[in-house]
């Protein structure tokens, strides 16, 4: 084996494979030929890719490697580490976008000349996109030594499929493999602060201000908030860890068209802690968008006492977030919008009520908008967005602030109460932003026009009051003893039931589904000999051509996912893609009807068979696919068999924290088509009995709920 081989792991194998990490462990029990381990741990070994590679191959269980693997495995695998080998792959990424025939020069040399050569080219293309004080640095000669053949892989990659996918899709599978080094800000949520800052430019231009030409992230992280940011804009940035300040540096230049942007637009990224080392202490901007760091005790409280950004109070130093929030004022041009994500007790916090009171006073403090749970790590509890602009001179603080509270309007088709509301696969994307956007623009239309008398307040109250969603609240209303801005204390739901009128549509749709429940009901079980049947598994059929087994992902694709929760509740699709930015041989793998779905994880025995309202779904994470031959199997005959307890048992393994489901070891009998017809039809019909069992205990939830609800806030009389 080559000195400089890539080593993978049996996570790495098993994804090559297409099948589980119990299955590489059989494997390598099993098989005495199998590669023997070069590296790792004697819990977690390694093995060289090349040999792995040839195995799987002359085990037929493996036609090739896909390219996008070869390139992952070689980068995770990489001696520096991934983070410094993704920055390698970006620098020569950027060089073949904006240099190709330059590229192509430098790679017709060999290895070790390219690796002499590649410094210089990298060095330029890194100088005309961020200038000699960068946060990427050139890699010399012997850092590239090694990195030679992935780069050329990864220009491999962007040939089919564009510098911009290419990367992006390095840099989502560095994400995935460490899940708590980073702190992600969602793409639904990035473009919807975006969207918030433009919207409030869209505003300024209607008075007759400029619109927005410069944008900051003081804590850019991966840079999601300004890759969100559209039009003629100049970025910057600033993010305190080196390795993901160079990471984002190359993910916005790369989102970019070119090198020399003909919109007016500019790129600046700087590494350092913003708070304490902030690296543009004289640039004023047009909007701010940040995500930063929550309950961060060490944030400089000392050595800050007397910066002069503690315009409006200096913040206490259990109040990390109240010093962001006045960064970002800091550096804003007068009348620009800031956007910060804020965890909900900064909105009600003791030990910031003065700042709070400040920020209010004086009109800096626009609107706090709720948002749901799951919308952002941490995900379990419904964080915040702080809408700010800067005071100018002349300026007459706005009398309200803008309180708005999108739970209500993202949960599911389901309702609230129901075993699959919430999360962060459920949330209704479309729904938070109609509800977060269109409140805001009613806020802040004609905010220039306002009457000395407050009639101008009065009526955008009218147009931006929502019971229990939104409402323009009189700052005066919230300069108590605890200036608690948390939307939920000023804007009660309204009772769920929805008044009378609904209670009684939802008493009669559950009087129809009992009744069609009791219909459903299975006739008495009848006594049956035990007659052993000759078994099969699915992993022997699949490998007939009876059946495919696939697993789910989260590939590129417009179709809603459908998702674990929504498998364990019998619900619609209700997730949505989160990597449209994925190579094309990434792409979804789309539902069709008489495919069998079932979970992965939590050892309960659940199966779903796809009908014509859900075909055309994408499948989610944790969900394994069976698509039948209809020739050879009946698919409700299949899914009743795999919802035995004792299948599930034998074909379950047990890990630290969850059990999971091996789909290839669950058995069914062999029987003939017509057969598996008949069993079928009695699995059918259970199904539509459990639907409707689900379908009463939803509505009684509503219905019992809606009565209490009613009957305590007067919309009910008692009888």
């Given at each position: 084996?080559?000195?400089?081989?890539?080593?993978?792991?049996?996570?790495?194998?098993?994804r090559?494979?297409?099948?589980?990490?119990?299955?590489?462990?059989?494997?390598?029990?099993?098989h005495?030929?199998?590669?023997?381990?070069?590296g790792?741990?004697?819990?977690?070994?390694?093995?060289?890719?090349p040999?792995?590679?040839q195995?799987?191959?002359?085990?037929?269980?493996?036609?090739?490697?896909?390219?996008?693997?070869?390139?992952?495995?070689?980068?995770?695998?990489?001696p520096?580490?991934?983070?410094t080998?993704?920055?390698?792959?970006?620098?020569?990424?950027?060089?073949?976008r904006?240099?190709?025939?330059?590229?192509?020069?430098?790679?017709?040399?060999?290895?070790?000349?390219?690796?002499?050569?590649?410094?210089?080219?990298?060095?330029?293309?890194?100088?005309?996109?961020?200038?000699?004080?960068?946060?990427?640095?050139?890699?010399?000669?012997t850092?590239?030594?090694?990195?030679v053949?992935?780069?050329?892989?990864?220009?491999?990659?962007?040939?089919g499929?564009?510098?911009?996918?290419?990367?992006e899709?390095?840099f989502?599978?560095?994400?995935?493999?460490?899940?708590?080094?980073?702190?992600?800000?969602?793409?639904?949520?990035?473009?919807?602060?975006?969207?918030l800052?433009?919207?409030?430019?869209?505003?300024?231009?209607?008075?007759?201000?400029?619109?927005?030409?410069?944008?900051?992230?003081?804590?850019?992280?991966?840079?999601?908030l300004?890759r969100?940011?559209?039009?003629p804009?100049?970025?910057?940035?600033?993010?305190?860890?080196?390795?993901l300040?160079?990471?984002?540096?190359?993910?916005?230049?790369?989102?970019?068209?070119?090198?020399?942007r003909t919109d007016?637009?500019?790129?600046?990224?700087?590494?350092?802690?913003?708070?304490?080392?902030?690296?543009?202490?004289?640039?004023?901007?047009?909007?701010?968008?940040?995500?930063?760091?929550?309950n961060?005790r060490?944030?400089?409280?000392?050595?800050?006492?007397?910066?002069?950004?503690?315009?409006?109070?200096?913040?206490?130093?259990?109040?990390?977030?109240?010093?962001?929030?006045?960064?970002?004022?800091?550096?804003?041009?007068?009348?620009?919008?800031a956007?910060?994500?804020?965890?909900?007790?900064?909105?009600?916090?003791?030990?910031?009520?003065r700042?709070?009171?400040?920020?209010?006073?004086?009109?800096?403090?626009?609107?706090?908008?709720?948002?749901?749970?799951?919308?952002?790590?941490?995900?379990?509890?419904?964080l915040?967005?702080?809408?700010?602009?800067?005071?100018g001179?002349g300026?007459?603080?706005?009398?309200?602030?803008?309180?708005?509270?999108?739970?209500?309007?993202a949960?599911?088709?389901?309702?609230?109460?129901?075993?699959?509301?919430?999360?962060r696969?459920?949330?209704?994307?479309?729904?938070?932003?109609?509800?977060?956007?269109?409140?805001?623009?009613?806020?802040?239309?004609?905010?220039?026009?306002?009457g000395?008398?407050?009639?101008?307040?009065?009526?955008?109250?009218?147009?931006?009051?929502?019971?229990?969603?939104?409402?323009?609240?009189?700052?005066?209303?919230?300069l108590?003893?605890?200036?608690?801005?948390?939307?939920?204390?000023?804007?009660?739901?309204?009772?769920?039931?929805g008044?009378?009128?609904?209670?009684?549509?939802?008493?009669?749709?559950?009087?129809?589904?009992?009744?069609?429940?009791?219909?459903?009901?299975?006739?008495?079980?009848?006594?049956?000999?035990?007659?052993?049947?000759?078994?099969?598994?699915?992993?022997?059929?699949?490998?007939?051509g009876?059946?495919?087994?696939?697993?789910?992902?989260?590939?590129?694709?417009?179709a809603?996912?459908?998702?674990?929760?929504?498998?364990?509740?019998?619900t619609?699709?209700?997730?949505s893609?989160?990597?449209?930015?994925?190579?094309?041989?990434?792409?979804?793998?789309?539902?069709?009807?008489?495919?069998?779905?079932?979970?992965?994880?939590?050892?309960?025995s659940?199966?779903?068979?796809?009908?014509?309202?859900?075909?055309?779904?994408?499948?989610?994470?944790?969900?394994?696919?069976?698509?039948?031959d209809?020739?050879?199997?009946?698919?409700?005959?299949?899914?009743?068999?795999?919802?035995?307890?004792?299948?599930?048992?034998?074909?379950?393994s047990?890990?630290?924290?969850?059990?999971?489901?091996?789909?290839?070891r669950?058995?069914?009998?062999?029987?003939?088509?017509?057969?598996?017809?008949r069993?079928?039809?009695q699995?059918?019909?259970?199904?539509?009995?459990?639907?409707?069992?689900?379908?009463?205990?939803?509505l009684?939830?509503?219905?019992?709920?809606?009565?209490y609800?009613?009957?305590?806030?007067?919309?009910?009389?008692?009888?």
């Amino acid at each position: 084996m080559p000195e400089s081989s890539t080593e993978v792991t049996a996570a790495g194998i098993a994804r090559l494979a297409g099948v589980g990490r119990a299955a590489v462990s059989n494997w390598r029990r099993r098989h005495a030929d199998f590669p023997k381990p070069v590296g790792g741990t004697e819990t977690s070994p390694s093995f060289a890719l090349p040999e792995v590679e040839q195995w799987l191959r002359e085990q037929g269980k493996l036609a090739e490697v896909p390219l996008r693997e070869r390139v992952w495995q070689q980068l995770s695998g990489h001696p520096a580490g991934a983070a410094t080998a993704l920055v390698h792959a970006g620098c020569a990424l950027l060089l073949v976008r904006d240099r190709p025939t330059a590229w192509l020069e430098i790679t017709a040399v060999s290895d070790a000349r390219m690796a002499r050569v590649l410094p210089g080219a990298l060095d330029d293309v890194l100088t005309v996109h961020f200038g000699p004080e960068r946060a990427v640095h050139t890699p010399d000669a012997t850092d590239l030594a090694p990195s030679v053949p992935l780069l050329r892989s990864a220009a491999e990659l962007a040939a089919g499929t564009g510098v911009r996918k290419a990367f992006e899709f390095l840099f989502g599978r560095q994400l995935d493999a460490n899940p708590r080094q980073y702190t992600l800000t969602p793409p639904d949520l990035a473009e919807l602060m975006a969207e918030l800052a433009e919207q409030d430019r869209a505003g300024g231009r209607r008075s007759g201000t400029q619109p927005a030409r410069a944008v900051l992230d003081p804590a850019a992280g991966t840079g999601a908030l300004l890759r969100a940011v559209s039009g003629p804009t100049a970025l910057y940035a600033q993010e305190a860890d080196p390795e993901l300040a160079a990471l984002t540096a190359l993910r916005l230049a790369l989102h970019s068209d070119g090198p020399a942007r003909t919109d007016g637009g500019a790129l600046t990224v700087r590494t350092g802690d913003s708070l304490r080392a902030d690296a543009f202490p004289r640039l004023t901007v047009d909007a701010v968008l940040c995500h930063p760091p929550f309950n961060e005790r060490n944030w400089g409280h000392d050595e800050l006492a007397y910066d002069p950004r503690w315009e409006y109070g200096f913040p206490a130093r259990t109040e990390s977030e109240l010093a962001w929030v006045q960064h970002a004022l800091a550096r804003l041009r007068d009348g620009g919008t800031a956007v910060l994500l804020m965890p909900p007790a900064a909105a009600s916090r003791r030990s910031g009520r003065r700042i709070r009171a400040d920020l209010l006073r004086r009109g800096a403090l626009r609107a706090v908008i709720a948002l749901p749970a799951g919308a952002a790590p941490p995900y379990g509890i419904p964080l915040h967005l702080w809408v700010l602009r800067k005071p100018g001179a002349g300026h007459r603080p706005v009398p309200e602030l803008l309180l708005v509270d999108t739970a209500e309007t993202a949960e599911p088709a389901t309702g609230p109460g129901s075993p699959a509301a919430g999360g962060r696969d459920r949330i209704d994307w479309t729904a938070v932003r109609s509800a977060a956007l269109g409140a805001w623009n009613a806020f802040t239309q004609d905010r220039g026009t306002e009457g000395g008398d407050g009639t101008e307040g009065k009526s955008r109250a009218v147009r931006v009051d929502r019971p229990g969603v939104s409402r323009a609240v009189p700052v005066i209303e919230l300069l108590d003893d605890d200036v608690d801005l948390a939307p939920a204390r000023h804007l009660p739901p309204p009772a769920s039931g929805g008044g009378a009128a609904e209670l009684i549509r939802v008493r009669e749709r559950l009087d129809d589904t009992l009744k069609l429940t009791a219909r459903l009901t299975p006739p008495p079980a009848a006594p049956s000999d035990l007659v052993r049947r000759p078994l099969t598994t699915v992993g022997e059929l699949a490998r007939a051509g009876a059946l495919q087994l696939r697993t789910g992902g989260s590939g590129s694709g417009a179709a809603p996912v459908l998702t674990e929760h929504d498998v364990l509740a019998g619900t619609a699709p209700s997730g949505s893609p989160t990597t449209p930015a994925a190579p094309p041989e990434d792409e979804a793998l789309l539902l069709e009807p008489g495919d069998v779905v079932v979970p992965v994880l939590g050892g309960g025995s659940v199966t779903r068979v796809i009908d014509d309202a859900t075909a055309g779904a994408a499948l989610g994470r944790n969900l394994q696919l069976l698509r039948p031959d209809p020739a050879a199997l009946d698919p409700w005959f299949l899914a009743g068999f795999l919802r035995g307890t004792a299948n599930n048992r034998q074909a379950s393994s047990y890990a630290s924290t969850a059990t999971r489901l091996d789909a290839r070891r669950l058995q069914l009998p062999r029987l003939p088509l017509a057969e598996q017809q008949r069993y079928g039809e009695q699995f059918r019909a259970l199904a539509a009995f459990e639907d409707a069992l689900r379908t009463a205990g939803r509505l009684g939830g509503r219905l019992v709920q809606g009565m209490y609800d009613g009957l305590t806030d007067g919309t009910v009389a008692p009888k």
